[in-house]
């Protein structure tokens, strides 16, 4: 999971594109952030939740 937890891979993050301008914010607590930030309110993606499940059967060979 250490691998995986940061903003960019949360079901609340989004990006917005304006102007040539691109803002990275979560939706969740209603901020600017950035993807490599890191909070305890994180919630993975379906496909981040495929991976790391997939890691942990693979370390546990």
């Not at 607590?29 to 890191?38: D, K």
């Not at 981040?48 to 546990?60: A, F, R, V």
């Amino acid at each position: 999971m250490k691998n995986f937890h940061c903003c960019a891979t949360c079901i609340h993050f989004e990006v917005v594109k304006r102007l040539g301008s691109t803002r990275y914010r979560c939706r969740r607590l209603g901020f600017e952030t950035r993807p490599h930030y890191r909070f305890d309110c994180w919630d993975p993606r379906p496909d981040i939740k495929k991976l790391i499940k997939k890691q942990e059967d693979t370390s546990s060979r």
